[in-house]
Nanobody, 121 residues
Framework: QVQLVESGGGLVQPGGSLRLSCAAS????????MSWYRQAPGKERELVAT????????NYADSVKGRFTISRDNAKNTVNLQMNSLKPEDTAVYYC??????????????WGQGTQVTVSS
């Protein structure tokens, strides 16, 4: 039973920071690359950041590069997203997931409840 529980969202002013966390269970977390996704109203869910299971290599969407940092703690089965210099266009519901799990459950995938990030003055 896969579980993905996101937390840490909230309301923040432009230029502010938030740290999101995702607690994962129901699969061998350390064996999976993990990603953060977001979905803004009226838009498709988009990939924000990824961190691999083995090397810890990271990559980011161009829109967040230099502002967001993804990290993971395999001992705690958590993946985090430090978000700095937030912009109104970062407003979205943020989700974590494992691309490998998404692929193996195609055409459907499990998604957690997400955590709302609202950037507004």
């Amino acid at each position: 039973q896969v579980q993905l529980v996101e937390s840490g969202g909230g309301l923040v002013q432009p230029g502010g920071s938030l740290r999101l966390s995702c607690a994962a269970s129901g699969f061998t977390f350390s064996s999976y690359t993990m990603s953060w996704y977001r979905q803004a109203p009226g838009k498709e869910r988009e990939l924000v950041a990824t961190i691999t299971n083995a090397s810890g290599r990271t990559n980011y969407a161009d829109s967040v590069k230099g502002r967001f940092t993804i990290s993971r703690d395999n001992a705690k089965n958590t993946v985090n997203l430090q978000m700095n210099s937030l912009k109104p266009e970062d407003t979205a519901v943020y989700y974590c997931n494992a691309p490998g799990l998404i692929a193996t459950t195609r055409p459907f995938a499990y998604w957690g409840q997400g955590t709302q990030v609202t950037v507004s003055s």
